[in-house]
């Protein structure tokens, strides 16, 4: 039984909440409801079979780069809506991708691995949401 955010639960159910052109830079809305430090990370991938799940290789290997270059956005303040620009891949197209938030806490004290230990080292808290898509040309 899918727990209600995967594939086949009560929100994921793989409706298209945007459609956009591939290599295009979208607007891209978080409600951040805590600040804890850290940074986002947007990526996205295509769904292969409907209703089977992407995989994180997958994910992983489609980073995607900000309107300013960079792959992270750190957020320097919250709670709040914050908006960011990013730009899809120039060469992926599909009639339903799933597009990944993933917040990378670094509020957690931890060994940074050189003896020290500081705010943001170590394994840190994540969070992720995801949103289906469609990229055509």
């Known amino acids: 039984q899918p727990r209600p955010h995967e594939t086949g639960g009560e929100y994921g159910n793989g409706i298209i909440v945007r459609k956009y052109r591939a290599g ?17 990370e947007f990526r996205v991938c295509p769904v292969k079979q409907r209703g089977i799940e992407v ?4 994910l992983n290997q489609n980073i995607l780069i900000g309107a300013d270059g960079k792959s992270r956005y750190y957020p320097q303040s919250g709670p709040g809506l914050v908006e960011v620009n990013y730009r ?11 597009l990944q938030w993933r917040y990378v806490a670094g509020n957690n004290w931890g060994d940074c ?13 994540e969070f992720r949401a995801c949103a289906d898509i469609s990229i055509s040309n």
């Open 55 to 58: 995989t994180a290789e997958c």
């Open 113 to 125: 691995g050189d003896g020290t230990g500081a705010l943001g080292c170590g394994p840190q808290e």
């Open 24 to 40: 295009s830079i979208i607007p891209i809305k978080v409600e951040m409801t805590a600040f804890h430090k850290g940074y986002f």
């Open 88 to 98: 899809l891949p120039a060469r992926m197209t599909c009639e339903q991708c799933v």
